[in-house]
């Protein structure tokens, strides 16, 4: 009697029946409904940044031409009938090294077979996942380059307090945080510019920093001011963007802001079954699954400056590269 009364209610209010099984519905995953939380194509700026370049040989040789020879006048007067003045240019060799990436993500034919809506686009979902983690990587590979401590053979400290000369805007090898609310970071950007220049010839056009440091530009005292006399929609982060390019001279869509987030610290990942400790929402644990880890921007709280030959094929780096890290703390100069 018992068990038809508990029949009776799972078919009229969907109550579990017997044994606590429901006997007119049995769980499942909707085929019309998943979530799939993939960052976008757009918030991978390394492959707009950098550009490719093909080699056949997984180590080789490239030329670099020495700017010395083109920054120093070796125009001489010619007298009336006699020889042009002699002069050259130096040329030289450095080694470069092509590392190979790889990466599967296995499909079966009876995994397919086998697959229930919506992961039966299997296919789909493996490219995207294997597409995405070799934007990742590269990601990662170019922060890891260009964006980080020692990188650089010269570094400016960032520090919290004002600099001892109130008119200094780098002194004895640190500036002010642009976090400070009396930073002046435009005059910052100012003088690594210039300092780029003085060291090249060539003035910095790009400019490349993490989400973290332009959060930290916009919210700057100076900048919203300057913001609010040079451009009428100043409430709009396009203004912000229109102001710092402007005031440095170069092109708003030459100004890079990445945005692409890792976990702060490493996850677990087992070697045998490729699972990563995570937590109920799916996101990365400590080694115990009891600790989410933090996330942060790749690349730091940096700032990139550098020039890129908008001439060249395959838009080549100029070498001249400027970085202002720490939020931004650290301006790490080649010397």
């Known amino acids: 009697m018992s068990e038809q009364v508990n029949k009776a209610k ?6 579990a029946g017997t044994n606590g099984l429901s006997s007119v519905h049995v769980d499942k995953p ?12 757009t918030h991978f700026k390394a492959r707009q940044i950098l550009s490719n370049f093909n080699s056949k040989h997984r180590q080789d040789m490239y030329y670099f031409y020495e700017p010395a020879y083109f920054m120093i006048n070796q125009v001489k007067e ?3 009938g006699a020889e042009a003045a002699k002069a050259k240019y130096g040329v030289s060799r450095k080694p470069l090294t092509t590392k190979v990436y790889a990466l599967k993500q296995p499909v079966t034919d009876e995994t397919v077979a086998n697959a229930d809506k919506p992961i039966d686009r299997i296919y789909e ?3 995207q996942f294997v597409t995405r983690q070799f934007l990742l990587n590269k990601e990662k590979e170019m922060a890891s380059a260009i964006l980080k401590d020692g990188v ?6 960032g520090q919290a307090a004002a600099l001892t000369d109130p008119n200094a805007v780098v002194e004895a090898g640190a500036f002010q945080k642009f976090t400070a609310s009396t930073s002046k970071p435009l005059d910052v950007l100012d ?10 010839g060539l003035r910095p056009n790009t400019m490349v920093l993490t989400r973290t440091v332009w959060t930290a530009l916009k919210r700057n005292a100076s900048i919203k001011t300057t913001k609010l006399y040079t451009n009428g929609n100043s409430g709009s982060d396009d203004a912000i963007m229109d102001t710092i390019a402007s005031h440095l001279g170069i092109m708003a869509s030459d100004i890079y802001v990445l945005d ?3 976990p702060a610290s490493a996850a677990t990942i ?4 490729f699972q990563i400790t995570t937590d109920e929402e799916g996101y990365a644990t400590n080694a115990l699954g009891d600790t989410t880890l933090a996330n942060q921007f790749i690349g730091g709280n940096g700032i990139l400056l550098m020039h890129v030959d908008k001439t060249s094929k395959v838009s080549t780096q100029q070498l001249l590269l400027y970085v202002l890290s720490g939020l931004v703390c650290t301006l790490m100069v080649v010397n």
Do not use: C, P, Y
Request: negative net charge; charged residues 30%; without cysteine.
């Open 152 to 157: 650089w053979a010269t570094d400016w400290t």
């Open 191 to 200: 003088e690594a510019m210039q300092t780029i220049q003085l060291k090249s």
């Open 78 to 80: 010619r007298a009336e």
């Open 125 to 127: 979902d493996a490219a």
């Open 30 to 41: 909707l085929s019309d409904f998943s979530v799939k939380v993939v960052q976008d194509d």
């Open 260 to 262: 692409v987030v890792e």
């Open 270 to 273: 087992d070697g045998t079954t």
């Open 10 to 15: 799972a078919v009229v209010g969907g109550e």
